[in-house]
């Protein structure tokens, strides 16, 4: 099998030391080259022909974002943003990824160790090796126009029903198509999308600028509720818990679950416990088994179960996952999934 190639795009020596050194025990990947700019990374990038980029945010002669914007425009293929932990550096990933970048990483710091972050750098590689570039070229010419949402008027007499969603690459638009036009009756949202801390909260500042809901980074003991969506912090997992017929979140820290933290399969699986027939769960675009089991185990509770369909991910790898596992009720397109919710509810 062919190797993946990776050209690594960053200002800074220690960081494409780093990240060659951790690709390098990867036995299905290949660094191809590196570049310290943009400049050198264009040649490098016809010269060398990479499967997947990595690329820097802030860097010098020409920023990272505005190279993405040239690169997808001309030259379109997978790129895995490279960021600073930090508010800007959070926004200007979002930014990164409303223009075609199919995920995003923080630099080795605090809040990662070098291990973990060559665990998860491996993995958004392969998930983003495995994007379609005809999809990619599609998405970023012809946007999705957003469904007009109908309410049944059932709708507001059911919020004792909570909705779990877990997603993954291509997740941040996904999501955004799924809870644009959702309206303030809907059920209290809880959503697990593998980002790293402190891009949640950016990322959840940016929805709720948007949505019709509230959306709000989960902090610990806050309340699920009717038109509220809880997006879980990078770095933590989120369960959710119940107390009479009240739901809650609770924020805590734990092992990588599925290589990830934040985990859907955490999330899921404390839904199946304390929401049982109340819980919806839907499984978006995303690489690897995270929430399969969990979404099993939510349908066996009694949970009505949506998975994204195949045409409409960036990655066909968690809805896949937890199609075979076989605790997906309804598989849906993208565009259709929030009326599907609320038909449901």
């Known amino acids: 099998m062919a190797k993946i190639r990776v050209l690594i795009v960053d200002d ?24 310290p ?31 993405l914007r040239k690169l997808m425009k001309h030259y379109p293929l997978p790129v895995i943003i490279v960021s600073s932990l930090t508010k800007k550096g959070g926004v200007l990933a979002l930014e990164a990824m409303e223009s075609g970048a199919v995920d995003v990483i923080c630099k080795p710091g605090e809040a990662y160790s070098v291990g973990e972050m060559g665990v998860q750098l491996a993995d958004k590689i392969r998930a983003a090796a ?8 599609r998405r970023l010419l012809k946007p999705e126009r957003q469904a007009v949402l109908v309410s049944r008027r059932s709708l507001a007499e059911s919020t004792h029903k909570v909705i779990a969603i877990g997603s993954s690459t291509g997740g941040t638009e996904a999501l955004k198509q799924v809870l644009i036009n959702l309206p303030v009756t809907t059920p209290g949202i809880m959503i697990v999308q593998h980002m790293p801390q402190h891009f949640t909260a950016s990322f959840a500042q940016r929805l709720d600028s948007l949505c019709k809901i509230s959306v709000k980074e989960a902090e610990d003991g806050d309340a699920v509720l009717p038109g509220r969506a809880l997006v879980a912090p990078g770095n933590y997992h989120m369960v959710m818990r119940r107390s009479g017929a009240r739901y809650f979140v609770e924020i805590k820290t734990g092992p990588l679950v599925c290589h990830q933290r934040p985990a859907v399969e955490v999330l899921f699986n404390s839904v199946a416990a304390y929401g049982g027939a109340n819980a919806i769960g839907v499984i978006l675009t995303g690489m690897g088994k995270d929430g399969a089991r969990g979404m099993l185990k939510m349908h066996e509770a009694g949970a009505k179960t949506i998975a994204q369909d195949e045409a409409s991910c960036v990655v066909f790898g968690m809805p896949k996952e937890a199609i075979a596992a076989g605790g997906v009720d309804q598989v849906v397109p993208l565009d259709r999934i929030g009326q599907a919710l609320l038909d449901l509810v």
């Open 12 to 35: 800074s020596a220690v960081v494409r030391k780093v990240f060659s050194e951790e690709l390098s025990g990867q036995p299905d990947m290949e660094v191809v080259g590196t570049a």
């Open 37 to 67: 700019d943009p400049y050198v990374a264009r040649d490098k990038i016809v010269q060398l022909k990479p499967d997947v980029v990595t690329l820097d945010i802030e860097m010098p002669r020409m920023d990272g974002l505005t190279f």
């Open 130 to 137: 495995a994007v379609r570039i005809e999809d990619l070229r």
